[in-house]
């Protein structure tokens, strides 16, 4: 049974998700579809390359990753598929995909990029607003049935990358900033352990509040205490302990943060 | 293997979308299952019509959509299954599928519907106030698993419907109405096509703004400009090219739109 | 086929709900996967355990749900599997299981707990922050798949419960409280039909308001009138027809509500 992901910034009132599912399943009805976030902010390609990143690694080889966040819809860009490393990701040619090119490279992993431009694979009738549904969802589909990549349209070296901020260290200190608020309040960054390695125990600011040390589990703070840790994804994130850090902080996504050693 | 679609306007924190899927796959496990919204204001089967009709013909042939959109829950109101062409629907007899049959007539499709009154494809208990678990949602399983609709209840001619608000066109102008915002802002009307063919170059004005021309896909506007397009579905509607034009318009559904030629 | 359900307090904006699923099937890709909630507020394991019952025993014989709130995650608190009757969960040993052992004693089903103490079915790499997706998932999926629960870790009879309030009944009235308040503003107390028994015709008090009678059906009452009845889980719900009974009431769980004869 092949498996589809889906993340989009269409929201679940309209249906859109939805009908996505039955076009996936007009094509091929025993694919398996999981929805990864359809609450991407609108056009946000930054956000939704980061939470793609956090997510997509953990599903099975072979998944299909079907990612709709398309400022550009019903222009010249391209529609594309890719596959990176043993995931197949298909999605518009809107840097979308950037995080997941990057940790492809680090990797070294096998990287295969075509511009789904052989109209077989998509609904017979493409409209101007919703390539969703009339492209993304069908190749995805015959993708994930077993369509090979090289048939899905013509070979490309050139998809559109932005620049994942990275982290400054300088002698005294690393500048990192948000990245992600989690529906817990929690706040990421983008630092690393890689970025603090020799440091020894740290101190992190933001928003003009600090915290000595690093714990290892929420649980190791006091009830209400705010605590700095390594998240799931490995990224260095300030949590409140029950409660929401992003609420005390006034954080949004960009907001810089610093790490000294103590 | 099988399709069930759900439209409700239960939300999805409760867990009463949940149980539909459990009672779904108590009767068979292979049943695929898609959710188009949950999100329908409550019992607003004026708005569950439209969100259906934009979406359940993009599914499967055999597809059985499930609608729980039900004020009457617990009087006499009945619970009806209908065939619509290739599709099948269940749902309370509330009007609820009137653009659906609407649809049907205008393309000649095979109607037929069916009071749904056999308790054996029911639970075997029934409460007053829960109908989507109890009656629609294993109605819906045994179509789905293959039991014909004339099994489930008595054939009737008489579904509720009400009448799908149409434009008006005058000789100067089209006017016709808000009928969804969607999770972008975009504000869509009942305008269609050919209500304006032979029109040539025209102008819309909703809300005391008038956009002079149509675009045919959002990127040709410049960021953040007011356009009017189709949509995806074949309505006029009003954008802001990556933006809200709901939120600068303060459109609600019901709202007036005119249209005039240049 | 074998069903998994999922109730998390995850919401569904970040992708943690899509990566249990990727996880799941990464184990078996023909396990079908049911959202029962994401929105229990965060950490609440109460309001959990309550939806929890409210839904599960409506799922075929032999699913497994899975529930994820988990404050306690990182520390010593120990993850578990049980079977309860003919239903399988897997949850942090935190209570959230509560009121399912109350209705499995009350049922006398057996029971049966284990600590899933044994590596081997879960993730190669555990984080501290996310046992979700790193050890709640694989156990699940395992567990579905057909792994017998004691091959998940050492039997254990000391999960940890907390008390359902119940109604207190003396000889004018029974007072209860408040348990949840659902999507359309209903209004749910722990007050079922057995604690009543016995009383003829009742009124209730909630808030200050009177409700003289019971009505078997949302649709009994007039639009807007508020109403008294068991709801579909057997829970006296205070209902607005066709509104929403919380706005008026600014109810919240807790709340007292008496019942006295008429």
């Known amino acids: ?17 939805g009908v996505m599912k039955g076009v996936i399943w007009g094509i ?12 991407i902010n609108p056009q946000d390609v930054y956000a939704a390359s980061l939470v793609l990143d956090r997510q997509v690694w953990y599903f099975p080889p072979g998944t299909v990753h079907v990612v709709v966040v398309d400022p550009g819809v ?4 391209r529609p594309i598929a890719a596959k990176l490393g043993v995931h197949y990701f298909v999605a518009p040619d809107n840097g979308v995909l950037s995080s997941l ?5 680090k990797n ?3 990287i295969k990029t075509v511009h789904t431009d052989n109209p077989k694979y998509w609904l017979p009738e493409i409209s101007n607003v919703f390539h969703g549904r009339d492209i993304f969802s069908p ?5 994930a049935a077993g369509v090979p990549l090289e048939e899905l349209g013509s070979v490309i070296t050139d998809p559109m990358r932005f620049t994942i901020p990275q982290p400054q260290r300088t002698e005294e200190k690393v500048v990192g900033e948000v990245i992600n608020i989690d529906n817990f309040g929690n706040v990421a960054t983008n630092i690393r352990v890689e970025h603090i390695a020799g ?5 992190v600011t933001i928003a003009g509040r600090t915290i000595e040390g690093l714990v290892k589990a929420f649980g190791e703070g006091e009830l209400g205490e705010m605590v700095a840790l390594f998240d799931s994804f490995g990224y260095l994130s300030v949590a409140v302990v029950n409660g929401s850090a992003s609420s005390g902080l006034h954080s949004k996504v960009g907001d810089p943060v610093e790490v000294v050693s103590l």
């Open 1 to 17: 049974m092949s498996i589809v992901s889906l993340t989009t910034d269409f929201g679940t009132r309209d249906g859109n998700v």
């Open 74 to 77: 019903g222009t010249a860009r």
């Open 108 to 110: 070294v992993w096998e």
């Open 199 to 203: 440091m020894g125990d740290v101190k």
């Open 139 to 143: 190749v995805g589909a015959y993708l």
């Open 28 to 39: 091929d009805p025993t694919i398996q579809i999981a929805d990864i976030s359809h609450e």
């Open 101 to 105: 090119y990057e940790r492809a490279e």
